[in-house]
């Protein structure tokens, strides 16, 4: 078995075998206080589970048994820092319902964060219904996490072998003729349009990395294992952070000029100019952040919420007529799926363009070029 060949079969087996490998853990399902076995009606319940899962969590659930009220999950491990680091396995939570003992201290999951609380698990509420008890900072590799760590060892293996690929072949082989398309797409329709042929290769690595990562995370996410990535805001927020120092730590004098000092109009609008362009560099990341996570979190929420009136009216028409609807919204999702790396990466790369061209004043002010203005 060839280098490549061994890595993909690394993959895979950790995507698929590596659950198991940990030892499948039964516990009893238990969500907001409440275990599934207690009554409520059917729309609470479909709620109580689209919320739960929106969520990230501390352990790894593979699959659940309603009617036996049992999950069958794998640990994950559980970092914090209070009084020293104190790292543990999520195992010791049984799933929220346990109080997990480390290093004298106790803790508890409450509403998927982990509290300081004292051996009996207690936590007490404001008037507003928040806990007030003390939170550690949480460090922990949950599930969303864990599988960043996995979507990121898989774009590296599959770019180390498109990389070792050329310098074998001028024309990739395999799995590689579909990555090469999609690298030049990238390349030729928006790094090179948006920041031009002399410095996009600078920013090349990073467009094909988030362009990837967002499209892998949310194929991964219209999957049964439930893992929703760029539905948390914190990572859509990082990826935003990202593409703002890039812009911002590579940016030339003359975007900076056009920020403070806009050239080519009165000293009394550049003035008033001022504090709009300063604004709109918070905006433009702001705007990457809440486009991805918005979009994708909706999708799910309306796959879930169609899936769900079937057992809300529970007859032979809407059955079909529902499951047909999710069918076909989960066909846009994957359209989807692509289109939030494409604008992602193109917004990016539009960002950074505007910050590293050259500007050039000699026929005086030009509206056209004061596109930041304007965005």
Same mark, same amino acid.
Not at 9 to 22: A, C, E, K, N, R
Not at 115 to 127: H, P, Q
Not at 199 to 223: A, D
């Given at each position: ?205 990073? #467009? *094909?990395?988030? !362009?990837?990562?967002?499209? /892998?995370?949310? &194929? ?5 294992? =439930?893992?929703? $990535? ?103 999702? #994957? *359209?989807?799926? !692509?289109?939030?790396?494409? /604008?992602?990466? &193109? ?5 950074? =363009?505007?910050? $590293? ?19």
């Amino acid at each position: 078995m060839s280098a490549s060949k061994t890595a993909k079969f690394l993959v895979f087996s950790l995507l698929f075998v590596l659950p198991f490998g940990l030892g499948a853990q039964e516990h009893p399902e238990e969500k907001d206080g409440f275990k599934t076995g207690d009554p409520v009606d059917t729309k609470t319940e479909i709620k109580n589970y689209i919320d739960h899962h929106l969520l990230d969590s501390h352990d790894f659930i593979l699959w659940s048994d309603a009617e036996a009220g049992t999950h069958t999950s794998f640990p994950l491990p559980i970092i914090i820092f209070d009084d020293g680091i104190q790292v543990f396995s999520s195992t010791k939570f049984h799933h929220g319902e346990a109080v997990a003992k480390s290093g004298g201290n106790y803790y508890k999951i409450y509403h998927n964060k982990i509290y300081k609380t004292d051996a009996a698990g207690s936590i007490t509420l404001a008037e507003d219904g928040h806990p007030v008890n003390k939170r550690p900072l949480d460090f922990s590799i949950t599930k969303n996490v864990f599988f960043i760590f996995v979507i990121a060892l898989i774009m590296f293996l599959m770019f180390r072998s498109m990389a070792l690929s050329y310098t074998k072949k001028q024309v990739p082989t395999g799995f590689n003729r579909l990555l090469e398309p999609l690298v030049i797409y990238v390349r030729d329709e928006i790094a090179i349009p948006n920041i031009g042929k002399k410095k996009h290769r600078k920013y090349m690595g990073f #467009l *094909l990395t988030v !362009f990837f990562f967002i499209w /892998i995370v949310n &194929l991964m996410g219209l999957t049964p294992l =439930g893992v929703n $990535v760029t539905n948390s805001i914190s990572v859509t927020l990082c990826l935003a952070v990202i593409t703002f120092f890039i812009v911002q730590f590579t940016a030339n004098k003359n975007h900076w000029m056009h920020i403070f000092w806009m050239p080519g109009v009165p000293v009394i609008m550049k003035i008033a100019l001022i504090p709009i362009e300063v604004l709109g560099m918070f905006i433009k990341p702001f705007a990457l952040m809440i486009r991805l996570y918005a979009n994708i979190t909706a999708g799910h929420v309306v796959i879930m919420s169609l899936l769900g009136m079937i057992f809300v009216f529970k007859n032979w028409i809407a059955g079909p007529a529902f499951f047909g609807f999710t069918i076909f919204i989960s066909v846009i999702e #994957l *359209l989807v799926a !692509f289109l939030q790396a494409y /604008i992602f990466t &193109l917004l990016s790369a539009l960002y950074i =363009g505007s910050a $590293v061209e050259e500007h050039h004043h000699d026929d005086g002010f030009d509206l056209s070029d004061e596109v930041s203005v304007t965005h």
